[in-house]
Structure formats: C-alpha cells, structure tokens
C-alpha cells in the first residue's frame, strides 16, 4: 500500500501454487489429522485444487468411507492447524516460493491506492503460517482476507473480503476496483461469481487454455515479470467514474 494515497484498489492473490507450493507439508499435515480426527490411517485425500478445505474436508472423510456428522468439520479443523503449525519450519526447506511471488506482492504495494490481501480455500491459521514463513505476510493485510475456515463457497468469501476492505479502508470496492490473481481455473469461475477481474497464472495445475476458458481477463506464464503484473491489475481495477472512452 502506498502511503498516504487514497485506497481505490484491492487485489486478492490465492496461495497455493500462486505464490508458494507447500503440497508436500499439506499432505502429511491432512493425514495427521486425519489420524486423529478419526483414528486411523489416512488412505485417500480429495483433491484440493480450487477448492477451500472445508470441501477438501468433507470429501476426503467421504473417500475414506467416513460418514460426516457435525462434529467433523470442527475437529478436523482444529486437528489441521496444530498439524501444520507443528510443520512450520519445514515449509521453507520442503516447500518453495514460486519465481517472482515476492518481488511481485513488494511491486505492486509501492502501485498508489492498492491494498493487498488473500483470497484462499486455507484455514486462516494455515494461510498465515504459510505467508509467514516466506516473508510474504508483510505486503499483505491479513486481516482482510477470505480464508476457507470461514465455510463459504469462494465466490461468497470474495464479498466477504471485498466487505471488510471497503468497512476497514472506506472504499467503495466493487467488480470494476477488484482483481484476482490465481493459478486456478475453479477460482477464476468463482471470481465471476462473486464479482472481479482475474489474473491467471499458469504456474499450478490449469494451462493457459484452462484459464482463459474459465474467463481470465489476463494471463500470465508466472509472475516472473514484475511490470506485467502491475500494468494488469492498473488497467483491469479501474473504478468507472475514472474510466474514459
């Protein structure tokens, strides 16, 4: 965020395969969990990509021939953040910051009026262990954020961000003052849903092609290239009363 300029702006970023790559950690931290959610070994985990843990949660209790009752959800939450928490040094020398993910988020703090936070399918607690371990939690309000512990499909924890940037900041966000950076197609249809402009990148599991199909506005092969991430978020979040032409 730029001092003492006026905040027009909010961009959202995904976590997961956009700024950093943690599968590995995630994996074990869901399988411990998971033992002692339920008392035996993990076998099968849902596939998460997109997708916010309370889905990944349900669906893996599924697989596992587990039938959900309501005390699951709660359990197994709280069972996944002591998990992961106790695996927050092995993040950085197991996990990987993706190419340009820092230089990026510091780029565009500099660009006046943006505020920057997440939009994530990750409990908050992990959200932020993640960030943090990677230096990544100083360019980003956090408290802001849509995180997955909140139960809300992700085009609902947009709103929800978009609400307390606009309470917090006094800012009018809408979809024309709104972008989302992502790798991953299913947020770019939820991104639609809730209301934005979306930026792909195509450093996780959806292709370019995938990306552009689910309606990206721009798409980038990384975030490699500093200038283009900040000249796309400057010509997609653009408040209509600023607008020409």
Do not use: C
């Amino acid at each position: 965020m730029s001092p003492g300029a006026p905040i027009h702006r909010l961009v959202l970023w995904s976590i997961d395969r956009t700024l950093v790559d943690v599968g590995r950690i995630t994996r074990d931290a869901y399988a411990e969990a998971f033992q002692r959610v339920v008392d035996r070994p993990l076998v099968r985990l849902a596939p998460s990509v997109g997708r916010t843990d309370s889905e990944v949660i349900f669906e893996t209790l599924a697989l596992n021939g587990v039938d959900p009752t309501e005390h699951h959800l709660p359990e197994f939450t709280r069972a996944l953040a002591d998990a992961f928490a106790r695996r927050s040094n092995q993040l950085v020398p197991q996990g990987r910051l993706l190419p340009g993910a820092r230089e990026s988020l510091a780029a565009l703090q500099h660009v006046p009026g943006v505020v920057q936070t997440v939009l994530t399918g990750n409990i908050r607690a992990n959200a932020i262990v993640k960030l943090t371990a990677f230096g990544l939690d100083r360019h980003l309000d956090l408290e802001i954020g849509g995180y997955g512990s909140e139960n809300f499909p992700l085009g609902t924890l947009l709103q929800v961000a978009r609400r307390r940037a606009a309470e917090k900041y006094g800012a009018p966000f809408d979809e024309s003052t709104t972008v989302l950076i992502t790798d991953a197609a299913r947020e770019v249809s939820a991104a639609r849903i809730g209301g934005a402009a979306v930026i792909g990148i195509s450093s996780g599991h959806n292709t370019q092609a995938d990306l552009r199909a689910a309606g990206a506005d721009v798409v980038l092969a990384d975030l490699q290239d500093n200038a283009a991430v900040v000249r796309s978020v400057e010509e997609l979040a653009v408040p209509f009363d600023r607008r020409t032409g």
